[in-house]
C-alpha cells in the first residue's frame, strides 16, 4: 500500500514537472477569444488571443505526461508567463495530443493540426513560432526538422533534446550499475517489460535496494558512480542545499532524490510504455566501456573521492560493471524509436534551446547532444543555446522565458543572432519582469554520455 502512495506521488509530482499542467484561463485573454475544441485524431486543444493580437502565433508542446494520467490541452508553461505574453500580444495555441507517453507520433500531427485550426479560426499569423518544455522541447525541435515550412522558428526549454535512442540508452546506464554492484544476484528485468504491472514490481524492487544502499559509505559510492553516468549533477533542486564543490557528501545526497526519482518513473514505468510503442527493447550497452564513460564524465572527481572514503576500489567495481553480461537491443526498436524520435540536426529555421544547469531529470549535456548533431549537418548557424543558473528541470521564470522569445525574435526580424548572451538575455528578462532577478549565465555543458542522432552514421546499432 505504502509503495502504491509513494508512486502515485511520484507519478503526480512528475507529471507536474514535465508537463506543468496548469489549464490555460478563460479570463486571461481580457475581452481577447478563448477557444476550445477537439481535433479529429481525439486530442483536445486551447486557444487564447489577446484584446491587440501581435501577429504572432505560439505554439506550445506540453512535456511527458504519464500513460493512465488525464490529458488536458495546454498552451503555455505556466500561468504566469501565459499571463505575460497575452499581455504582449501574442496568440497562444497548444494540444493535448491523442495518447499521453512517449507519444510523438501523435504530439507532432496534433500540433499541426492545432495550427491548421487556429488559422481556419483566426487567419495566418505573421509569424508562427513553435516551442516546448521537456519533452515538448523534443516535439518542438521534431517539427522543426521535419516540418519547417510551418514554422517562423523554434524555442526549446530544458527540452528532451538527445532525442529517443539516447535517451533510453542514458536511462539504462545507471540501473545497470545499481542493479550489478548493489543487487547482482536480485532478479530484476531492466528491459524486455512485458506489462506496467512488471515495470512496477522491477522498479520497487530496485527502488528498495538503492534506499538501503544510501545508509552505507560503500552504497552511497556506488549510487554516485550510477549518477555520475548519467550526469545527474549534485544540485538538481531548488529546495536543496547547494553543496560546494568539495562538499561531495552533500552531492551525493542531492544525487541520491534525482536518481530515486528516476528508478520510480523513467528507468521502468515510461519504458514499458515507449517499449511498447516500438514493439521492443531501443536500448543496449554492449561494447560500453564504463570506465571510459565515467572519466568523461564531469562527476568523477566525486566518485573518486567517495569510493577513496569508502575504502572501496573504483577500478575493481568498474571492471566488474565491464565484465557484467550485457543487455542487447531489438534493432527493429531501435529504428522505430530513431525513425521517430532521434534527430537529423537540420531545423532549417533558426532555434533557440534554453537549459538550467542542475537539470537531474533531463541532464544539461542533452544540449551537447543536439548541437553535435545540428553541427554534423551543417546547421550551426541557425542554433543558438543559452543556460539559466539554476537547480531543477525547467524551474525559469516567466520572465526568463519571455527574455527567450524575445531573443529569437530578434533574430527573426534581423537576420542575425545578436541577443543571446547571458548580460542581454538578463536585460531582457528584467525588462519583462524586474521583480524577478535573471539568472543566465554562461555555461559549456559536458558532452554527452552515449549520443545517438542520424547526422552520425557510426551512432547506428549493431548488433
Known sequence: MKSRLRRRV???????????????????????????????????YVMDTPDSWNGTVLLYSHGYTPAGLPASARNAPDAATESLLLQEGYALIGSSYASNGWAVTDAVPDQLATLDAFTSRFGRAGRTVAWGSSY????????????????????????????????????????????????????????????????????????????????????????ALAAALQDIPGWNDPSQPRPEPSDHDTQQANQYQALMLQVRLPAFSWRQEAESRVGGNMSWNTGVDYTAMLHRSPLHQEVGELYREAGLSLDRDLAVLNRAPRIAADPRAVEAMARTSSFTGRPAKPQLTVHTTGDGLIPVPAESAYRRAVTASGSASLLRQAYVGNAGH???????????????????????????????????????????PARYVDHRPAAFPRPYDLAHPGDRYRP
Open 10 to 44: 511520484c507519478v503526480a509530482l512528475v507529471s507536474l514537472l514535465l508537463a506543468a499542467p496548469l489549464a490555460p484561463a478563460a479570463h486571461a485573454a481580457g475581452t481577447g477569444a478563448h477557444v476550445e475544441g477537439t481535433l479529429p485524431s481525439g486530442a483536445t
Open 394 to 436: 525547467c524551474t525559469f521564470s516567466s520572465a526568463e522565458q519571455v527574455a527567450a522569445l524575445h531573443a529569437l525574435e530578434a533574430r527573426l526580424t534581423t537576420g542575425r543572432w545578436q541577443r543571446t548572451d547571458p548580460a542581454a538575455l538578463n536585460s531582457l528578462a528584467e525588462q519583462a519582469d524586474s521583480s524577478v
Open 136 to 223: 515538448g522541447g523534443l516535439v518542438t525541435a521534431m517539427i522543426a526538422e521535419r516540418h519547417p515550412d510551418r514554422i517562423s522558428g523554434s524555442l526549446s526549454l530544458c527540452g528532451l533534446l538527445q532525442g529517443g535512442v539516447a535517451n533510453w540508452n542514458n536511462t539504462l546506464d545507471p540501473v545497470f550499475a545499481l542493479k550489478t554492484l548493489l543487487a547482482p544476484g536480485a532478479d530484476i528485468r531492466l528491459t524486455g517489460l512485458e506489462s506496467q504491472a512488471e515495470a512496477v514490481v522491477a522498479s520497487d524492487a530496485l527502488a528498495a535496494v538503492v534506499a538501503g544502499a544510501q545508509d552505507s559509505a560503500s552504497g552511497r559510492a556506488r549510487i
